[in-house]
């Protein structure tokens, strides 16, 4: 059975920072892509950042510079470190997971959310102004 568990949510200050971690397990996970994605109140669920099965890492335009996503292959974990964070940026963070397709995934494959049928039960990111 598949299965991600976030953690590192909380309230941070306006250009604060924060590291999400998404431990996965029953899976192979040299295998898959990962992916961060966030929903605010009254809004639809957005990409937010991806990484995939070889490193390659990929950003929503609105956090590049400021996030970054990585994974560690020994503790089966993908982190989001979060820096200089905005009102913007608050919200309900999830991690979710995806097979490789391919050597090279498509954008679109990456940053769908439908694309992903494995998901956590997300962490509460708030960010006061």
């Known amino acids: 059975q598949v299965q991600l568990v976030e953690s590192g949510g909380g309230l941070v200050q306006a250009g604060g920072s924060l590291r999400l971690s998404c431990v996965a397990s029953g899976l192979i996970f040299s295998s898959y892509n990962f992916a961060w994605f966030r929903q605010g109140p009254d809004k639809e669920r957005e990409f937010v950042a991806a990484?995939?099965?070889?490193?390659?890492?990929y950003y929503t335009y609105s956090v590049k510079g400021r996030f970054t996503i990585s994974r560690d292959s020994v503790a089966n974990t993908v982190l989001l470190q979060m820096s200089n964070l905005k009102p913007a940026d608050a919200g309900v963070y999830y991690c979710?997971?995806?097979?490789?397709?391919?050597?090279?995934?498509?954008?679109?494959?990456?940053?769908?959310?439908?694309?992903?049928?494995?998901w956590g039960q997300g962490t509460q990111v708030t960010v006061s102004s």
């Open positions: 979710a997971a995806q097979r490789q397709r391919g050597r090279s995934p498509t954008l679109d494959y990456l940053t769908t959310h439908s694309e992903y049928p494995t």
């Open positions: 990484i995939t099965w070889s490193g390659d890492a």
